[in-house]
């Protein structure tokens, strides 16, 4: 019986992997479309062959022809716009935005200046697989600031080796809500109690084994 659970639990992974790459499939599909919506608006417009109007008008007759069609309306056509314009001459960059969500490409359009920060975001969501909630976190603790204190200058980062194996010189950890003076017990107890948060500010290279580990340096042990 156990062969025959093994045997089972192989097809359910099948049927994963293969829904994984479906789901993949489409979200490069539809990233590559906004892309070259953005790219034919974009180049129109630099020829002069439209005005800002004609945007108007574009997202009026989408409307109005394929009203089941949704994301088309003016803001989302200039977003497209902006997405290509932002890393058309980016030859590192511009092969791998189709691996993030449009939703996500969004956040960092919205939430960032510079393109060496767009790029940081762009290359830490494909490492971390980041979920909207969780690209805002790093967003709204400036997490890309924290990073760039954190060494001496900006390096290009590898996919999918994004961040150094080190830890930061600071953390936010405002979600373990502790009182103003607490104990080193406190402090743990707050960690594991949040754990997940946690894991997602030091990055998800760490993993957790125990509340309690024994550690062996040289020639002693901590640890209980």
């Given at each position: 019986?156990?062969?025959i659970?093994n045997?089972?639990?192989?097809?359910?992974?099948l049927?994963?992997?293969?829904?994984?790459?479906?789901?993949?499939?489409v979200n490069?599909?539809?990233i590559l479309?906004?892309?070259?919506?953005?790219?034919?608006?974009?180049?129109?417009?630099e020829?002069q062959?439209?005005?800002?109007s004609?945007i108007?008008?574009?997202a009026k007759?989408i409307?109005?022809?394929?009203?089941e069609?949704?994301g088309?309306?003016r803001?989302?056509?200039y977003?497209?716009?902006?997405?290509?314009?932002t890393?058309k001459?980016?030859a590192?960059?511009?092969?791998?935005?189709?691996?993030?969500?449009w939703?996500n490409?969004?956040?960092i359009?919205?939430?960032?200046?510079?393109?060496?920060?767009?790029?940081?975001y762009?290359k830490?969501?494909?490492?971390e697989?980041y979920s909207?909630?969780?690209?805002?976190?790093?967003l709204?603790?400036?997490?890309?600031e924290?990073?760039?204190?954190?060494?001496?200058?900006l390096?290009?980062?590898?996919v999918p080796?994004?961040?150094k194996?080190?830890f930061?010189?600071?953390y936010?950890?405002?979600?373990?809500?502790?009182?103003?003076r607490?104990s080193?017990y406190d402090?743990?107890?707050?960690?594991?109690g949040n754990?997940?948060k946690?894991?997602?500010?030091?990055?998800?290279?760490?993993?957790f084994?125990?509340e309690e580990?024994r550690?062996?340096v040289g020639?002693?042990?901590?640890?209980?």
């Open positions: 019986m156990a062969d659970g045997d089972f639990n192989n097809v359910i992974n049927i994963h992997r293969s829904r994984e790459s479906a789901l993949r499939k490069e599909e539809l479309l906004y892309w070259n919506v953005g790219k034919y608006i974009s180049e129109q417009m020829n062959k439209w005005g800002n004609y108007d008008e574009l007759f409307s109005m022809n394929c009203p069609i949704k088309f309306n803001r989302g056509l977003r497209m716009k902006q997405f290509y314009e890393y001459d980016n590192f960059v511009s092969p791998l935005v189709t691996q993030i969500s939703t490409h969004l956040l359009l919205s939430s960032t200046k510079s393109i060496e920060e767009k790029e940081f762009l830490l969501c494909i490492k697989k909207k909630r969780e690209l805002q976190r790093q709204d603790s400036s997490y890309f924290r990073y760039m204190l954190s060494t001496e200058k390096e290009p980062m590898p080796k994004v961040i194996d080190n930061l010189d600071t936010v950890l405002e979600f373990l809500n502790l009182p103003e607490f080193e402090f743990k107890k707050a960690i594991i754990l997940k946690f894991i997602l500010e030091i990055g998800k290279d760490f993993t084994i125990g580990y550690v062996s020639n002693s042990v901590s640890g209980k």
